[in-house]
Nanobody, 115 residues
């Protein structure tokens, strides 16, 4: 089992920056993949960024070059640094992990990009 709790969502102006945090219960050393997904109203949940156990990262085309995913194994944390935010980045952002072949999701945190 695992519990994921996201934080850091906020209202931010276009061009601004924000960092999302996700604390994972238990060690993240045995996590195969960690990632961030987002879902805007009326849309499906889409992958934003993922990171594997060996540190390999993958980003969606919409955020590549603006967002950075990272982990802090000592703190059991997964982060998403977001820069040059755009109104189309507005969504609920979800933390996700795969541990022992099982998917776990956080409850989500709202990011709104608006002037």
């Amino acid at each position: 089992q695992a519990q994921l709790v996201e934080s850091g969502g906020a209202l931010v102006q276009p061009g601004g920056s924000l960092t999302l945090s996700c604390v994972v219960s238990g060690s993240i050393f045995n996590i195969n993949v960690a990632g961030w997904y987002r879902q805007a109203p009326g849309n499906q949940r889409d992958m934003v960024a993922v990171i594997t156990r060996d540190g390999a990262t993958t980003y969606s085309g919409a955020v590549k070059g603006r967002f950075t995913i990272s982990t802090d194994n000592a703190k059991n944390m997964v982060y998403l640094q977001m820069h040059s935010l755009k109104p189309e980045d507005t969504a609920v952002y979800y933390c996700h992990i795969i541990r022992a072949g099982i998917n776990f999701w956080g409850q989500g945190t709202q990011v709104t990009v608006s002037s």
